[in-house]
């Protein structure tokens, strides 16, 4: 992105109140991912169960709102950091991360319906994804 909004200028400028939208969803994005990190210590790079942890099914906080405010925070952040940036490059780029995320959910989803206890409760509980009354 820094090359194309910055160096080489492929994408036309961005207006600032554009800017001003990718700066406010990169920070609430960084919030919802900390809160989201703070709320579930079992929370990794990788999709593993953790039953020498004691994993349990975490519905606190952002995780009685969405099943994965991690990734909520991830698509915030793949499409306000080339709002920000400038880079219409970076946002095909952020559709496409948020496309293979949502994939990766319903993927996760399936091992956790079948490794952890109480999942399929929390899903009847907790109905969306990613995005509230979306997905």
Same mark, same amino acid.
């Given at each position: ?6 160096? $080489?200028? +492929? ?5 600032? +109140?554009?800017? &001003? ?24 790079? &990788?999709?593993?169960? =953790?039953?020498?942890?004691? =994993? ?46 949502? &994939? ?9 319906? =079948? ?12 109905? +969306?994804?990613?995005?509230? $009354?979306?997905?």
């Amino acid at each position: 992105m820094p090359l194309d909004a910055k160096r $080489f200028g +492929w994408s036309p400028e961005f207006p600032l +109140w554009i800017k &001003v939208v990718g700066t406010l969803l990169f920070i609430l994005a960084f919030i919802i991912l900390f809160s989201a990190l703070k709320e579930n210590t079992f929370a990794a790079p &990788v999709v593993k169960m =953790q039953k020498e942890r004691g =994993q349990k099914v975490i519905s606190t906080g952002l995780y009685g709102i969405v099943r994965h405010p991690m990734y909520s925070g991830g698509t915030l952040l793949f499409i306000g950091g080339p709002l920000l940036l400038g880079s219409v490059y970076g946002l095909a780029m952020g559709l496409l991360l948020i496309i293979l995320i949502a &994939v990766r959910s319903v993927g996760e989803e399936e091992m956790l319906r =079948q490794e952890l206890d109480g999942y399929n409760e929390y899903m009847k509980e907790v109905k +969306w994804r990613l995005i509230p $009354f979306v997905f």
